[in-house]
């Protein structure tokens, strides 16, 4: 029983109800019973000082009203039939004029204010019982009858029975009211588990939808996975915030990769009562729902500009393409022979464009899939890169550029799918080559540190102007204006895809006029012992 359940805290809030409603209730009626006393007392009595005086004139012949001896003879009497009853006498000031014997006096004086209110109560047949009026021994409040005295003063009789007050300490002290005390703690005791059983049960359905809505939300169908048929590629490529481009692809910082990245769990957040629970899971939902709904938004809007932008490089080459072949055919009948093999070369090279595009088409899609299976194994890397950079030396050497690789030294060996890491580093060097002019370098460096490895292609091409340097990694984004290329916008693309299904990071940076340096790293798999260096 968790200390924050709602069943607990009701049963808390209970239990501080109903103790100080207990004891308030207590009081009150002990109060009440008190002054019900009094009341009985002081109607009971209130004529008793008056018939006091009665008495004193009866036998004040030919002593004084007031004289000593008539007053121990009245005070004798009294107290055989009022034990306990205490009669002053007092002066027209309030002061003690005579007081029982062995008495002593906490209070010499008394206030006349209730003692004139009592004796119009009494003469008028008021309802203003009980009054209380100063006690002179114990200097408290207490019941008295009062009257006046012929002579002047007040006879004041305090109506304090001592039997009465012994009683009633003996019950507070007594075996039954300790069983009483224990029994009512007993009762509450008993109440609050009843209730305590009564609330769990009835927060029970709501403490199991609790668990539910925070299971769902630590759940991966509401952690942001891509909805079915969203690539995830595409949807993390749609949730950028600052760093978005057009179409709600995500700009890499300085070209860097986003990395994976799980969302906090609901369950790892403060935890309340059930209702506190639940109201924070279904915030947390709704956030998630939202969330969900623009990148399906963004991700729709992705695809209507893949179509677009495929639909554009299609377009472009098969129209070249199918100019160029009817050109050609019209040349030969012409007996054009050297106009009809210069159009065919030019419908080649459409062609090959065509089957270039539509292959890293095929490339992205196999790759952007919700679980791509890579084929990984320990390999050497420098053999990798020599056989790559072997491929694109003749291309190189057409275009007038230098082709280098920097001797790596030792090297792991890397574990991780041998055509992917092939198809990333042949656009980058495909990229590098396309864009560097007659007379330029591009060089190829390799080296690790204890948990990377990196691959480093740079060339010295006009560079990528800043406008474009944080989209390069977009697909279908094209630099063509400001470099004269040609390309699909796709093989960088391709790259990061496939870096980042091998946990990978890809980095960027491009100075305009100066070229532009492309580095990945790819997590070693453990030492496997040295590779050959490349010859």
């Known amino acids: 029983m968790r200390p924050g ?22 009081g009150a009626s002990l109060r009440g019973a008190r002054a019900y006393h009094q009341e009985i007392t002081q109607r009971t009595d209130a004529g008793l000082a008056r018939n006091l005086i009665a008495e004193l004139r009866a036998d004040a012949e030919p002593a004084p009203l007031a004289s000593e001896a008539a007053m121990d003879d009245l005070v004798k009497m009294l107290a055989m039939a009022h034990p306990g009853v205490e009669i002053y006498l007092l002066g027209p000031d309030g ?46 409040t207490t ?19 001592e039997t009465r007050a012994s009683l009633a300490r003996s019950v507070r002290t007594s075996t039954s009211l300790a069983l009483v005390s224990w029994a009512g703690g007993l009762g509450l005791v008993t109440l609050l588990g009843i209730a305590a059983v009564a609330f769990s049960l009835l927060t029970r359905r709501l403490r199991a939808l609790s668990r539910e809505v925070r299971a769902f939300a630590a759940s991966d169908t509401a952690s942001g996975v891509a909805p079915s048929g969203v690539a995830p ?21 300085q070209g860097r990769a986003r990395r994976g990245g799980q969302p906090q769990r609901a369950g790892h957040a403060r935890r309340g009562d ?46 070249a393409l199918q100019g160029a072949l009817e050109a050609s055919a019209d040349a030969a009948r012409a007996g054009r022979t050297e106009d009809a093999d210069r159009l065919l070369q030019t419908a080649r090279r459409n062609a090959d464009r065509l089957e270039r595009l539509t292959e890293s088409l095929f490339d992205l899609a196999r790759i952007d899939g919700s679980a791509p299976a890579l084929r990984t194994e320990p390999f050497a890397v420098a053999e990798l890169v020599h056989d790559v950079v072997a491929k694109f030396a003749d291309r190189a050497q057409g275009r007038g550029v230098s082709l280098h ?42 080296d690790a ?46 790259a990061r895809r496939i870096v980042e299904l091998h946990g990978g990071e890809i ?11 492309v580095r990945i790293e790819l997590p070693l798999a453990g030492p496997e012992g040295p590779e050959t260096p490349l010859a």
């Open 233 to 253: 590629s595409s949807v993390a490529a749609s949730t950028g915030s600052a760093g978005s481009g057009p179409g709600g692809a995500r700009r890499p910082r």
């Open 95 to 140: 002061g003690v004029l005579h007081a029982p014997p062995e008495v002593t006096l906490a209070r010499t004086a008394v206030d006349l204010a209730p003692v004139r209110a009592f004796v119009r109560a009494t003469e008028e047949g008021g309802d203003a019982f009980p009054l209380l009026g100063t006690d002179p021994r114990r200097g408290g």
């Open 507 to 517: 980095h960027l940076r491009s100075e305009l006029g100066r070229g532009t340096h």
């Open 405 to 446: 690789v920097a001797p790596p030294g030792q090297l792991p060996l890397l574990s991780a799918d041998v055509g992917q890491v092939e198809r990333a580093l042949s656009n980058l060097l495909d990229n590098a080559i396309r864009h560097t002019p007659r007379g330029g370098r591009v060089d190829v460096r390799i």
């Open 274 to 319: 059930e209702i506190e629970e639940l109201s924070r899971a279904f915030r947390d939902l709704a956030a998630r729902v939202r969330a969900q709904v623009e990148e399906l938004e963004r991700a729709d809007a992705v695809r209507r500009e893949l179509v677009v932008n495929v639909s554009h490089d299609l377009r472009t080459p098969l129209t």
């Open 5 to 26: 359940a709602l069943h607990v805290r009701l049963t808390v809030l209970l239990a501080v109800i109903l103790v100080p409603a207990g004891a308030i209730w207590i």
């Open 143 to 161: 019941v008295f009858s009062a009257a006046s005295l012929p002579e002047g003063g007040w006879m004041y009789v305090v109506l304090t029975d």
């Open 449 to 494: 540190t204890r948990e990377r490895l990196r691959i480093a292609v740079e060339d010295t091409g006009e560079g990528i102007p800043d406008a474009h340097v944080a989209r390069v990694f977009d697909r279908f984004h094209q630099v063509a204006p400001e470099r004269g290329g040609h390309g699909a916008g796709l093989g960088l693309a391709i």
